[in-house]
């Protein structure tokens, strides 16, 4: 297949055209309407949407009700009561269904009905007496020594609702007082919006369904379990079918399966790889209309758009985040117009934050970077996360999506950038940012800060040592992670902050002293000793100002070994289970790391010694409470003492305050 | 029953030292406690909160990946390729499950791998070129114009995840994107919290349950169906019992087939009535123990809470308000405690807003008071709401709740108060506030403005025409409805304008002309003729301040009626609808009002007139969007004849301005 054949149909349209041309088609295919409604109980309703506004059919209360415990009686029979003379009225121990005897009998200026909360008022009766305000007299009678108002302790008819007024408007999301307002009112049915209909096929020959072990060549298929989520959320239905492979032949046959059951839209999902064996594109067109094929917009460029015997149909591209921001940009947001609600995307909360880092951006698409945000000092953060389309965790760890729109070329590094936050501003305010030296451990002291403090949490940015003294200075972080070694003192961090933040107050505090050792192979097939060895293997680096690669020169530099010598010195990972994970696949022999990230990936490990590695909290932040409470953390008993347990940690000093400035 | 009987428990506690008292208990017998964990699949995952962290069993991608298509290399092969000098690289067709042959073979710089996106390097390969970069010759050989870097379009092992690194944190709640994390990370089920069990026995003997038609003194049962759709939410699984009538032994029965179910909380729902026919305290105290009898918050006072055999119980109490606050105020956050979850009361966004009334409270009480919210200004306004706790609407309506804390008397009005919101502040910003006379078309003018203008909403307010005016004096409204008669004049609403707002630029447009008479019984039974006969019939009228109060006195002043001379003119409703009601039930005879509140009510109606209903619109808000909208709704065609085919409404001069000042 040549580039010409390949690319088509592959003309990127801004993704306003896009959607303006989806809207289009459905308005002339007469699709472009609220979804109709259907009939289902009130107990069933909780989380549709009126599909028409809802009229009270009865009052409530549908009688004048007793609102106290006591006696119903006439207020006009009661005007002359006094302290001083009190009067008697004639008890009538039930409700009568009738109408009482009522007047002056003898002494009795009139009848008072015994009635409980909620009784109706008996006919002749407009107010209450608290049974605390009356005398027993006997059996028949009770004397009353004040005159009450007409209505008074009397929930009168329709006090809540009156009967033909407006009890839920159109297009309103059932909550659940509504379902009171409902059956109270009379309602005991509500027509709501029909769920829309979704259908997904998965294509890809490379797919394998999750829960089966993959080969090499196979991927774990989930980009349908992420669809089909994300229109249940929007409150749809969704058919996913099995996995189709990349033959034109089946897929031509899934569509129209698929289309047999008329859903409201039809996503088919690219595999991971799209490329030259995706049909999705070609069989649109060929069974029905392609509208759009390509939209400049990051992630997500090779989204299809097309119609089909009516029906629309999405080509959803494969990359995991492309994906899931389809899913965002287009699907959700058709549903939630069939359904009457704003989208999703329109409801969040927008921020501005100033980005820590230059976010380049193409100057002619719609970019949407995923990116952490947090509160440091006056400002509002945004770190970048890892762009590559095919990082499903940027988006699990991601709090927002900064939007970079057409026709800039991206944002500086301290600018301000528009946010789309996927949290409450809320939980933004009540995050930690701890940029620097990446530790397994980190994940682990986050999950004690959140079930210590709930409600806040750490996020850790992993940046290297140096790029976490950096952070501070900059005030971007509120606190920094370094295990850095003076090659001329052997002594561990101090100089460095002395030489990097000279002017900011802060303490050093330790987290723990850490084993750092060789990562090699289960068995260790090429018999590698030492430091010494690296001239003759494969070595896998960390990056530059990594606390780790500061160690490799320093020990390298004893060996006198020029990192010329080392084959690998320039391939560069920016975690210590990364340098495991090449390890594990033999893309290197060895690489320098925490023993406890050979211990996650099964491989053996030759011990280099221990270094301390602190965390740097300038004095600044110490009032905020997160940081409080991550300081009696790290000075407590049970955070250390449960981090000692781990293999390759030593807590002894963990909590100690190395330094201070 | 005696008073002391009654109250024997009845002892407020604050709401603190009540909440305290649960978890003390809770605490004791072992169940303030998150619950266990229980394994789902990753397809029935979303929502759901997990039970422990999540740790990669898979790295993702699991293999080094082609990330594009093209050619797979030995990077170090094609070091000497230029422009000039062109390297040949023999093609092997089909990516090789074993090692290909490598090396110089003849003028062939290295080997070729044909790959797709998505596909596994070969081994001894480290390098993608991509197909646009190659030039093919013949079948058998490619020809390269440049070098390519190690790892150029390669998606390394693990660039996602990690094996054994965290994937998700504990007591996470799953989104779509988690799951595919989950599933990418070889987690095909994951352990997360069972849902807490809900047992729900809703009593009392004057209730029937949704659907049956009410008969005097019967009340539709529908706080179960607000608890249990609160639990749901919740993410709690519920039985809800059938109603159970006042009867000791019948609920004692009932709760112990409840408690033999095991479940975590049983809620036994007092009906409306409470009183003297209440037994779910004394049955608690019998069966277990009872803790609380009355905690001091408004609403709610009566609850109780109890445990018996280990399991918590709540009772709640009847009044439709009450229960679903004791909903959000107990059992919600200990499911929510249960879950690992804040509290959803917790998580709403508070605000500080100016209150527009007075809000009195008891001093020993926690009090919520149901509060609109709108921005009017520069302000933020709450607008309490109706305080019955029967009231259910005024929780449907409300956008948040102030919240008056023990030991304050309560809120001036033009204070601020701290306010619990139900909704977005955005959504709270995009409302328009009309104070001023009611109409039942105001709704109807709601639903326009949300269908034409989405995002917007319209809360009116029914405080009477003069009401009106004054909250647009105190800038606490956009917009104000008034119909006002100058009694000497006989011309409508412009002198009371210029009486209350003659500093305030504005323009008066037209709503429309409604048609005014007596409201009376079908079929007329006492042949009311006209005005001339209410001193001889029982009238019900509308508060002070209304502009139909104005227009009886005007009328009655003509006939040279004194207002002592009717009987009920002291007797006030707030709206037409109230009214009406009033008439239907046989409380009143006749009322004033519009023809439609008659139509609504299937009541007979006699014409006195027809009056000019406005708004007020202040020149101040004009440039709001949501004013803007209004304007354009009342100026246009469509919202005009929809009113004008209304009985009762005349739109030929609707959208006029008759005035401007």
Chains 1, 2 share one sequence.
């Not at 509504?178 to 709501?192: E, F, I, K, Q, R």
């Not at 998965?202 to 196979?218: K, N």
């Not at 460095?496 to 289960?522: C, N, S």
């Not at 270094?611 to 932040?621: G, H, I, K, S």
């Amino acid at each position: 297949m040549t580039q010409h054949e390949r690319n088509v149909y592959l003309v990127d349209i801004p993704l306003d055209e896009a959607r303006a041309r989806l809207t289009e088609v459905l308005q002339a295919a007469g699709r472009w309407v609220l979804l109709p409604g259907e009939t289902v109980s009130v107990t069933e309703a909780l989380g549709r949407v009126t599909a028409a506004p809802v009229w009270a059919k009865l009052s409530s209360p549908h009688y004048h009700t007793a609102a106290m415990d006591g006696y119903a009686v006439w207020a006009a029979d009661t005007v002359n009561a006094t302290e001083t003379r009190p009067l008697k009225l004639r008890v009538v121990p039930k409700p009568a269904s009738g109408t009482g005897e009522k007047g002056d009998q003898g002494g009795v200026a009139g009848l008072a009905y015994a009635v409980n909360t909620g009784d109706p008022l008996p006919p002749d009766t407009n107010a209450v007496i608290m049974i605390e305000h009356v005398q027993q007299v006997g059996e028949e009678f009770v004397e009353i020594r004040a005159a009450v108002a007409s209505w008074q302790h009397v929930r009168p008819l329709g006090e809540d609702m009156v009967a033909t007024e407006l009890v839920l408007p159109v297009n309103h999301r059932i909550r659940p007082v509504d379902l009171g307002a409902l059956a109270g009112s009379g309602n005991s049915t509500v027509l709501v919006r029909r769920a829309p209909r979704v259908a997904i096929i998965p294509t890809g020959s490379e797919l394998i369904p999750a829960g089966r072990t993959p080969q090499p060549g196979q991927i774990i298929e989930y980009n349908s379990l992420v669809l089909a989520a994300q229109v249940q959320e929007a409150g749809g239905a969704t058919t996913v079918s099995d996995i189709v492979p990349d033959d034109v032949d089946q897929l031509r046959a899934a569509i129209q399966t698929a289309l047999g059951q008329s859903p409201d839209l039809l996503l088919v999902l690219s595999g991971s790889s799209a490329g030259s064996r995706d049909h999705t594109a070609s069989l649109v067109g060929e069974l029905g209309e392609l509208l759009v094929h390509g939209i400049a917009v990051r992630p997500g460029h090779p989204v299809i758009i097309g119609m089909i015997e009516g029906i629309p149909v999405i080509g959803v591209p494969g990359y995991p985040v492309s994906a899931a921001l389809t899913g965002e940009l287009f699907v959700e947001p058709l549903l939630a117009h069939w359904g009457g609600k704003p989208s999703a995307l329109e409801s969040r909360t927008r921020v501005q934050a100033v980005t820590t880092r230059k976010i380049q951006s193409p100057i002619g698409d719609d970019d949407f970077v995923r990116v952490t945000v947090a509160p440091v000092g006056e400002r509002l953060l945004a770190t970048p996360l890892n762009r590559g389309a095919g990082v499903i965790t940027s988006l699990v760890r991601a709090d927002g999506l900064a939007q970079i729109p057409r026709f800039s070329e991206g944002i500086d590094s301290g600018q301000a950038v528009d946010v789309i936050l996927y949290r409450t501003l809320d939980e933004i305010q009540h995050t930690l940012l701890l940029m620097g030296s990446h530790d397994p451990m980190l994940d682990f002291l986050g999950q004690y800060l959140t079930e210590h403090s709930p409600g806040w949490r750490l996020v850790s940015g992993h940046v290297g040592s140096l790029g976490g003294l950096v952070a501070l200075r900059r005030k971007e972080a509120h606190a920094a992670g370094i295990h850095l070694l003076n090659p001329q003192t052997g002594a561990y961090n101090i100089d460095d902050v002395r030489k990097y933040l000279p002017d900011e107050p802060l303490i050093l505090m330790t987290f723990a002293h850490r084993e750092q050792g060789l990562i090699v192979a289960p068995g260790n097939p090429l018999a590698i000793q030492s430091l010494d060895d690296l001239p003759r293997v494969r070595y896998i680096n960390r990056q530059r100002g990594a606390g780790t690669r500061v160690l490799l020169d320093y020990e390298l530099a004893k060996r006198n070994i020029a990192p010329t010598n080392v084959s690998g010195y320039d391939r560069e990972e920016f975690t210590h289970l990364a340098v495991a994970a090449a390890v594990a696949s033999g893309a290197a022999d060895c690489g320098l790391g925490v023993r406890s990230a050979a211990i996650a990936m099964n491989l053996d490990f030759i011990s280099v010694g221990w270094e301390r590695y602190d965390l740097v909290l300038p004095t600044a932040y110490h009032d905020d409470p997160g940081v409080k409470a991550l300081r009696e953390l790290l000075t407590g008993d049970e955070f250390p003492q449960a981090l000692g347990a781990h293999p390759g940690y030593d807590t002894r000093e963990t909590g100690q305050i190395q330094y201070t400035q």
